[in-house]
């Protein structure tokens, strides 16, 4: 069943759209400790990190692009939205937390507004947890703790995740070699849920990540002094996040109350700049973003035939940079209002066709400057049924990004505000099947994005600075997944996708290629008495690396492994062992200019307690 793709729960073969549902068993099933490593894993999503463990950089947070769509997934918590200023730190929510993950491709601004370009990714949490602990420990200084209580009404988790020293996890080829290693990273996860009665229910999470990195002239770096430091700069990253949700339902009605703030800051020195010439200066960001708001959407049935969705938003987002030291700058403190109506109405001609029209009107007031912006979208699809399990579907959606207040303002000193920029519009047109057969679950899907005034950064090397502009983007693919229920114990899943997007701007008049074309996934489940053992892998092939302002350029394919092995001794005790990087590549796993590698072959063995 999928309630993120129309709204209203449906069967996913009825449902007109790319869709991908993950179970917790499924999740667990990858060896990820946490959503951002899991989701690397699904058919039709690109993988990105900066470290191990699906580590960030600070604001380079690492995006989950669907479809070659960098900047157009949107996150949600249990349907409230988590994005701030378009980043958002999956590498903070473990997995033990989730009850289920809904992924829609495609463009879904009509039913959810800005930011889902590319998609939207859905996550459920467990309302209800078994009481249990957990203690991990693995080979580069790898620890995992977890523990989770419930008592009625109350649930509650704690999640620590650490990572220690992994040396050079980036370099760059810049004026002579150089290294970046990881120093330790530390992840904190709080989770409280409060099920009130049987329609209302009360949501608190804590995320907290702190990183480290030191960066290191190689022997040779061309521009060092004689006898210069060989550190040329030290970084500490940290994020903190609140995230506060009320959520109401009932037969006909839906509506979620949240609150969403986090708290970005980096700091440490640099000794020298990239060329080589004496810095000594010291590091100092701080950031907060905040949104609250509210959604509210209401269900009319009219017979067997049709249903009618009409629902409202409204959402306050706010943006203060404070800079270097502590200063405040007026134009990086601002705020704005966003408000949408939208609809959906459902009509079935008779048991074998469906057509469902949706359309959002959204539009800012508060604007600094009074920069505002209106959108109206709107999105059709039509569901032909050719038996009850077996259905073809096609959709055209328009999609739209409003700028950011970072991109709009500047979000560091090597950032240029760009407060011009325009809104960023798409329309995803997509042909699909699904079918589930016996023991087979198939999907075939044949898309088209295009998108005008896509908003990227656009890197000036001569003044060493970078500044968001306006360019185009366009993607045409396919893609095909199977779910198989086998024999004796054994299930499996493959997935073949193949795109071809590129990208056109002011700095790049010509279309010019970005990720990989070729995606190939797949993972086999064995499960015979005490014992649960998962092989999973994804390979993305036909690579490119695109700087912002030169062309791209051929990158090696990346091909990422796990194996998941669980013995459950009895009912209460269980030992965990995960594999990860079974062949110990070195795969860069940026998908720009720069190098950021997967992590060396490493492991995790871990003993879980119910009580």
Known sequence: MVVTATRTEKRDVDVPASTTILTSEDLKATGAQNLQVALGRVPGLIYKTFAPGGGAMGTMANEIAIRGVSNGTLIMLNGSPMNLRGKYFLDAIPIDSIAKVEIVKG????????????????????????????????NYGQQKYNA???????????????????????????KGDKHTDMTSS???????????????????????TNVKYDTWFDDGYKSVPKGGVALQQNREY???????????????????????????????????????????KMYDTDEKNRTYG????????????????????YQNEFYDDYGKDGHKSPDQVTSRNIYAVYG??????????????GARETWTTGGYKDQNYDNFSMSGQYLHKLTENDSLYASVGQSFIMPTFSQMYGASDSAVSNPDLKPQKGTNYELGWKRVSNNHSWKAAIYHIDITDNITA?????????KYTNEDF?????????????????????????????????????????????????????TKDKWITSLQGTYLAQRVGTPSSDHSVSEKPYFLTSLTTTYNADKQSSISLTLDNLLNREDNLSHSGSEYYSTPFNFLLSYNYKF
Request: charged residues 20%; contains cysteine; proline residues 1%.
């Open 344 to 357: 959906q109405y459902d009509y079935k001609f008779d048991e074998k066709n469906e057509f469902i029209f």
């Open 238 to 280: 940290v994020t903190k996040q609140n995230l506060m949700q009320v959520t109401y339902q009932d037969d006909s009605v839906k509506g979620n109350l949240y609150y969403n703030q986090n708290k970005l800051m980096a700091d440490g020195y640099t000794n020298y700049t990239t060329s080589g010439a004496y810095s000594g």
């Open 294 to 313: 509210a959604d509210i959407q209401k269900k009319w049935e009219f017979g067997n035939k049709a249903n009618l969705i009409l629902g409202s938003s």
């Open 186 to 208: 530390h992840k904190n996860n709080l989770f409280l849920n409060y099920k009130i009665n049987d329609n209302w229910n009360f949501l608190y999470n804590y995320f907290e």
């Open 148 to 174: 989770t209580v419930s008592a009625d009404k109350l649930s509650v988790g704690y999640n620590l995740e650490k990572w220690g020293k992994v040396d050079i996890i980036s370099r760059s080829h810049d």
């Open 458 to 466: 656009t890197w000036d090397g001569t003044k060493t600075e970078y």
């Open 107 to 138: 463009g879904g601004s009509v039913l959810y507004g800005s930011e889902a370009m590319g998609g939207v990714i859905n996550i459920i949490t467990k309302q209800g947890f078994k009481n249990s602990v957990t203690a991990g420990v693995g």
């Open 474 to 526: 366009k993607n045409t693919g396919v893609e095909i997944t199977c779910d198989i229920i086998g024999k004796d114990g054994f299930t499996y899943n493959w997935g073949i996708n193949y795109g071809d997007p590129k990208v056109k701007g002011s700095k790049k008049p010509y279309w010019d290629r970005k990720y990989g074309r070729w995606q190939m996934n797949g993972g086999i489940n064995y």
